[in-house]
């Protein structure tokens, strides 16, 4: 028989039971400045960042319930006040519950390649999601995005930088050591253990 689905509210919540725009401070029960990890995975970044900076109210989005779930039985654990996770489409929630401009920074680590040609057109960032991006990030705020996957960079890149509302800024160094705390999230785990170089990218938000 399969274990029942334990109930992670508030720390998980599905994206079709919010109505309407979503009002922050009644969201993480204080008015400290909001970020996102969108494609957060299992939440290893989520979940450090939330641990690490509870000035800030960190905010998962993943599409896949599963992984999103234990990003937020990590947080729930600890009953963080400061970490939440909202299962459904990133974009969706852009687009119809986020007050625009209302988020300090909207952070893409390792969203999917989709390798083959036919299924590019699944990528993540395209035009409308850099318009969404732009929609929800404050002025003064960033966006960062990391990647192994060159190509995919310069298209995140380029899709950026010819932003008329972003300008390209120089990311942080990326952390040098084996310390499991030097890796930013699951996939740079994986793919920096396996040898691959990582792309990163940091926008202001004019
Ligand atoms: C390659 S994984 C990277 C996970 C994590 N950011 C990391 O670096 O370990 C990409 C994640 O993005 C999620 N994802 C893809 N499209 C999404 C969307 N439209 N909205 C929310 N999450 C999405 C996938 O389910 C997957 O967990």
Redesign the pocket.
């Known amino acids: 028989m399969p274990a029942p689905i334990v109930d992670l509210h508030p720390y998980f919540v599905a994206l079709d039971e919010i109505e309407g725009v979503i009002d922050w401070t009644t969201f993480f029960g204080n008015d400290h400045p909001v970020e996102m990890d969108?494609?957060?995975?299992r939440g290893?970044f989520l979940f450090e960042s939330t641990v690490a900076h509870p000035e800030i109210n960190w905010l998962g989005?993943?599409?896949?319930y599963s992984?999103g779930r234990r990003g937020a039985t990590r947080i729930s654990k600890r009953a963080l006040p400061n970490g939440r996770v909202i299962g459904g489409?990133?974009?969706d929630l852009l687009t119809k519950h986020i007050e625009p401009h209302s988020v300090q920074a909207a952070r893409v680590?390792?969203?999917?390649p989709w390798w083959k040609t036919k299924h590019k057109k699944r990528r993540?960032f395209t035009d409308e999601f850099a318009d969404l991006l732009a929609r929800v990030v404050m002025h003064g705020g960033h966006v960062h995005s990391w990647t192994d996957v060159e190509d995919y960079f310069t298209v995140i890149s380029a899709l950026m930088n010819n932003h008329a509302e972003f300008e390209p800024r120089i990311p942080p160094p990326e952390p040098e050591g084996k310390d499991d705390l030097d890796y930013l999230?699951?996939?740079?785990r994986r793919r920096k253990l396996a040898g691959c170089n990582i792309y990163r990218g940091l926008w202001l938000r004019k």
């Open positions: 969108i494609g957060c995975g290893k989005v993943e599409l896949d992984e489409d990133a974009k680590y390792f969203p999917d993540l999230t699951g996939f740079h």
